[in-house]
């Protein structure tokens, strides 16, 4: 179900249903400066630029070209100095919400976790042991 939201670009009031988030205007505004940013990309001499440079020759934000990247619309794989801030730490990254390096050093934090909880999970079941009485007393 739709619902009626303010476009964060231009604060006026559209139909939210999912699809874009910002008004109409400002969507085909949008879709314009894509165009010209695929259009200088699509030279073979502009297909190597990073985000600075796309920024300087086309005047599109760095954060609409992250937005571009992050939604798929600019390849990395096709255009390969392009990508999005890792949530974490700000470093570059083309897939999901985090680098390499974060992903890693997530995983290898996750790994410490476990280790030390089967450790205690060990320790508190070899601390409870089990006791049997004698029966014929």
């Not at 139909?15 to 695929?38: F, M, P, S, W």
Request: charged content about 35%; hydrophobic content about 30%; proline content about 3%.
């Amino acid at each position: 179900m739709a619902e009626i939201r303010n476009c964060p670009e231009c604060n006026e009031f559209f139909n939210y249903t999912g699809l874009r988030d910002v008004c109409h205007k400002c969507a085909q505004k949008e879709e314009d400066l894509y165009q010209i940013v695929y259009r200088f990309l699509r030279k073979r001499e502009n297909r190597a630029a990073n985000v600075e440079r796309i920024e300087e020759a086309t005047g599109v934000s760095k954060d609409l070209l992250y937005k571009w990247v992050r939604k798929g619309r600019l390849h990395p794989a096709t255009f390969p100095n392009l990508g999005y801030p890792c949530d974490n730490c700000g470093r570059l990254t083309t897939t999901g919400k985090l680098c390499d390096n974060c992903q890693n050093d997530l995983k290898s934090d996750l790994r410490t976790f476990d280790a030390a909880k089967e450790f205690r999970d060990n320790i508190a079941q070899a601390e409870r042991g089990t006791y049997l009485a004698d029966k014929k007393k």
